[in-house]
């Protein structure tokens, strides 16, 4: 849809072998041509040996020469902006030029452009699209617009009819539409742009942009994301927002719930390039506009080319698209893509519900004070027990009966129905949806189970906005909605459903109510919808013109729009017990929602991310009860969920929970028990909420202890988080992002014998390894300076879960201690009995560090870590300056990491860790024998990696196998990740609980997938 001509000037012999001699005699390259699609010029996929490379295009006879510049110079400049957007890149012929000409064997020129093939699969071949791949496509928009937002081109205001800006000109279009009511609505779209859309676009920002993202132009890769957008033809210079609106016609095509369809790529494209208010708020109608001028211009182009059935290949769809969003509710699509944005949907609702939690003093709704006197919540969610108990009996008298006598008998003044609650007790046709596979079912309201007759009272002053009989089966039935004001003027909603007939005659629109006035009565079954007697009660901040059909029960899959319109009305009944459900949400909504207000340096594991919803020992368990098999997470060390371990928080959690400025025994016995475990004189204990913040302590400890700062840190060392711990993480720092080593680090050599300067089986390998400590502390001294500390982890995690060589920290700490430094050992990932054979890994080397910095295992999963230090050096460290920290020893971590201890003593799990350690090691290195992928195997205990690569001369790292292999393992509900510097090696630290069985299995997969890797 690149022109306005009507009628491909088709050159005559213009067939793949006249495309291969124009492609040599202009480029100079001999591949195979092969015919592609066009609706006006002649275009051809170029392949060499068989691959595809290119793609040449032969313009048809009334190309204009600027316009192709135009593209040509918009290409250039986007690979100037972004060079990693997958565009189609321009290519010169031999004379140099990107745009060229040829004489054809009709005695016509053509223009003629070579562009770099772009693979991928036809997003039409794709459908129905998936969330993921509209989200992509607006992000790849959202970048492609970015990098457009400096062109400019002579050829960019051009006159055409494919613009936005110019539908009013379609008008004169609608009479080759036949059918009527497919007129009809481009009639109304177009009506609306005129009327209404045009003078709000000329405020709004303008740019070039790509202006033509169907789904025959967009190109997909193999994990289901945007690999690129060609055909420039219908670029121009529009108002942004038309880049946007124009891909959601497309994108919201033969797609069974189109407005979330739109709400993805809308939220892609605004988390790039964000859009303002005014500009979110046109792109549903400018969408219906695009879909206008399509059945406007395939009707016109088809009456001049009947032959050419591709003019119509998106009638059908536009057509029953234009259809569905005829009947869209303009502001509630508005709100829910303000609310895909991470805006919040309704503005004035945060006003009115801070005020309604500060000013407002509501009164009840009924005889009975719910914010003091005893009610009973109900769990009614899709799977609750309650709700086979509610369903059970034949007829509404017997159901309200048992209801009633249920709440006497537990002395309850009234029953609670939750907001926000999945039911699946809606069936009747009015719950059903325009989405197939999706009905209504989600309580939006709160209910109020009294007696029938019982008088419902205002809460709040305000004025009768409704009253009316929802008389349909499953509805309000007698209905009565207030209006209310806030101070500021924020017009708000309450809605009273499922009252008695005699509420209908009782008050009139229009007049003022009082706050306690009665407003009306409960009604029975089945005038009040056929329910058992309750009130349905309901806060709206907008009403969306819907009056008494307003929805009281919504999609699950839009619940979160209508949380910014109708909020939990529980700020007005001030129930004090939970009466709100929570609900689940799909990994794709979880994804989005991360995106927004996780922040995008967040990560997640595996191409297709899990939901973890279990832990169980050893095993992860997902959303669908299957369970993963964890070899990588070390926090969980004596097993996910460990019972005594759970039962000694939440024992303590129930008594007391304060800080350590008054006296409790449990900060006393768990320093008592995890000093027991260190070597003298590692005795004195400072407890904190995580590894970073025990590291960063450390650094405070040393440099007070020396009185100086600099430290000498491995090379690609990670010790947390924190700015003071990047500064310190090489890892980090000479990473992505970082920005390489800061004054006062220094850095040493990483002592490994697979990859490193020195080999395994080398002479006294950790004491020359060692040497570089020395040489950096020959540095810091020839320039005047003395070091506070030298970090180092007893195991190296980050560089690839290297073993220290024999006699390397004895030498590096002898080093450090005669030039004043303090030795710290990282023990936050290795500690606990990982090793096997040690409690502790810096054990394995003969020595005793000054420092020792725990976390990660120390709690379980609990928010727990420890720096164990000397007296002397936390007797310097006490200089008057208080060392407090909130939760740092709190009695509930406390008694979490005695009970940590404790269990790993009495189920033996050090003893397990070296036994099914050694195991695994002997068996990943009789595969290592099998497959040269593994280039090495290396580790203590449960604390292994082993390192691919592809050529075993050369160690070129195999990283991309890494990664593949990871993602096998995941499909045969194994759990690994990938580390070390060159992303090639796969470490493995499983909880101890890690068993024998296990291994096994972990090893026999992993045969089957080394096999298929090859």
């Known amino acids: 849809m690149s022109q306005t001509t009507t009628k491909t000037t ?66 250039d400049h986007v690979l100037s902006q972004d060079p990693d957007l ?28 070579l562009l770099a ?73 177009l009506d609306r742009f005129d009327a209404d859309v045009a003078p709000r676009l000329a405020t709004l920002r303008r740019q070039v942009v790509h202006h033509d993202a169907n789904e025959w132009n967009v190109l997909v890769d193999p994990q289901g994301d945007c690999a690129g957008v060609f055909d420039f033809g219908d670029m121009a210079a529009q108002p942004l927002v038309a880049e946007v609106a124009v891909a959601c016609a497309y994108g919201m095509m033969a797609q069974a719930d189109p407005l979330r369809a739109m709400r993805a790529l809308v939220a892609g494209y605004h988390q790039v390039n964000p859009l303002s208010d005014d500009e979110i708020a046109l792109i549903p ?94 769990d009614w969610a899709e799977d609750s027990d309650e709700l086979e108990e509610l369903e059970g009996p034949p007829d509404r008298e017997t159901q309200s009966a048992q209801l009633f006598a249920r709440l006497r008998a537990a002395g309850a003044v009234a ?83 499922h009252l008695a007939l005699d509420t209908l005659n009782h008050r009139k629109a229009g007049e003022p109510v009082k706050r306690g006035e009665v407003i009306g009565w409960i009604g029975t079954p089945p005038t009040n919808g056929n329910w058992i007697p309750h009130l349905h009660f309901q806060l709206f901040t907008d009403l969306l013109d819907r009056g008494a059909h307003i929805e009281g029960v919504v999609r699950r899959s839009e619940i979160d729009v209508w949380e910014g319109i109708s909020p939990n009305p529980n700020v007005i009944l001030g129930i004090r017990q939970d009466c709100e459900a929570r609900l689940p949400r799909d990994n794709d909504d979880l994804l989005a929602q991360r995106r927004l207000h996780l922040g995008p340096s967040l990560s997640v594991s595996y191409a297709a991310p899990l939901k973890i919803v279990g832990g169980r020992g050893q095993f992860l368990i997902d959303e669908r009860g299957e369970s993963y098999l964890d070899m990588v997470n070390n926090v969980a060390h004596v097993g996910h969920c460990h019972p005594r371990v759970v039962a000694a928080g939440q024992a303590q959690m129930a008594a007391l929970n304060t800080n350590t400025r008054y006296l409790h025994d449990n900060i006393v016995d768990f320093a008592r028990a995890l000093t027991a475990t260190l070597p003298p004189p590692l005795s004195v204990c400072f407890f ?111 560089g690839g879960q290297i073993v220290l060589p024999d006699g390397y920290l004895e030498s590096a700490y002898t080093q450090v201690r005669a030039a004043g430094g303090v030795c710290v050992a990282d023990e936050v990932q290795v500690g606990f009995g990982r090793v096997g054979s040690h409690m502790w890994a810096f054990e394995t080397q003969g020595v005793v560090p000054d420092i020792v910095t725990l976390g ?24 008057g300056m208080e060392y407090f920290n909130t939760f740092g020893g709190n009695p509930v971590s406390c008694a979490i990491g005695l009970e940590v201890l404790e269990v790993l003593r009495d189920e033996r799990l050090q003893a397990n860790a070296l036994r099914v350690g050694d195991r695994m090691l002997h068996g990943l290195r009789g595969l290592q024998a099998r497959y040269p992928l593994i280039g090495d195997v290396r580790g203590l205990g449960l604390f292994l990696g082993f390192e691919l690569v592809r050529d075993g ?54 045969d089957e997938v080394l096999t298929e890797i090859g």
């Open 415 to 497: 029953g609670i129905g939750r907001y926000r609650e999945p039911r699946t007790l809606y069936r009747t046709e009015m719950f059903e949806t325009a989405n197939p596979n999706e009905r209504r079912t989600v309580h939006l309201g709160i209910d109020v189970f009294i007696e029938a007759g019982e008088e419902i009272l205002a809460p709040l002053d305000g004025r009768v906005h409704l009253i009316a009989n929802n008389e349909g089966e499953g509805d309000y039935g007698p209905v009565v909605i207030l209006e209310h004001r806030t101070p500021g003027g924020d017009a708000f909603y309450t809605l009273y459903g």
């Open 285 to 378: 109608t400018l969408a219906r506009t695009r879909l206008a001028q399509s059945l406007c211009m395939a009707a016109w182009q088809h009456s001049r080319e009947p032959g050419n059935d591709y003019l119509l290949v998106s009638r059908n769809d536009a057509f029953g698209l234009l259809r569905q969003m005829a009947g869209f509710n303009e502001r509630f699509v508005h709100y829910a893509l303000r609310d895909a944005c991470g805006l919040p949907a309704m503005s004035a609702t945060r006003r009115v519900l801070n005020w309604l939690a500060s000013g407002a003093e509501p009164g009840p709704v009924c005889r009975y004070d719910l914010a003091r006197e005893p009610v009973l919540v109900f």
């Open 953 to 1006: 001369a050369t160690l070129e790292p195999a990283a991309a196998e890494a990664k593949q292999l990871v993602e096998a393992m995941k499909a045969r509900r194994i759990l690994l990740s990938i580390d070390g510097p060159l992303y090639n090696v796969i470490k493995i630290k499983p909880p101890l609980v890690f068993n024998q069985d296990d291994c096994d299995r972990f090893l026999n997969a992993l």
């Open 856 to 879: 990660k295992p120390i709690g379980n999963g609990h928010p727990l870590a420890a720096v164990v230090t000397t007296p002397a050096i936390a007797q310097a460290f006490a200089s």
């Open 86 to 113: 997958p565009v189609p890149r321009p290519l010169a012929d031999l004379e140099g030029r990107e745009l060229s000409s040829t004489g054809l064997a009709d005695g016509s020129t053509r223009f003629v452009r």
């Open 688 to 798: 904190v909420n995580s590894g970073s913040e025990a590291n960063d302590l450390a650094r405070r400890l040393a440099r007070t202890r020396t009185g100086a700062s600099d430290t000498l840190v491995v090379d690609v060392a990670y010790h947390g988080n924190l700015s003071s711990l990047i500064d310190i993480s090489p890892y980090k720092y000479d990473g992505p992002g970082g920005k390489g080593r800061p004054p006062g680090t220094w850095v040493c050599e990483m002592p490994d014998g697979f990859r490193g300067r020195l080999k395994y089986g080398e002479a006294e390998l950790g004491r020359r390894y060692a040497e570089s400590v020395g040489a950096q502390l020959e540095a810091l001294s020839a320039e005047g300076r003395r070091p506070a500390a030298f970090f180092c982890e007893s195991i190296l995690s980050c």
């Open 117 to 189: 093939y772009l693979p991928g699969r036809l997003m039409g071949e794709m459908r129905p699209y998936s969330l993921r791949l509209l989200r992509s496509l607006g992000a790849y928009l959202g970048r492609l617009d970015r990098a457009l937002a400096t062109f400019a081109h002579p050829a960019m205001d051009r006159d055409f009819l494919w613009p936005l800006t110019n539908a009013p000109r379609h008008c004169e279009l609608l009479v080759h539409i036949a059918d009527s009511e497919q007129r009809a609505l481009a009639t109304s779209a």
């Open 10 to 75: 088709e050159a005559a012999g213009l067939d793949t072998a006249a495309a291969e001699a124009v492609l040599h005699r202009l480029y100079g390259i001999s591949g195979t041509a092969g015919a592609l699609v066009g609706e006006l010029d002649r275009n051809f996929l170029i392949s060499l040996e068989g691959a595809p490379r290119y793609v040449l295009k032969i313009y048809h006879a009334e190309a204009e020469a600027p316009v192709l510049d135009f593209q040509n110079r918009a290409l």
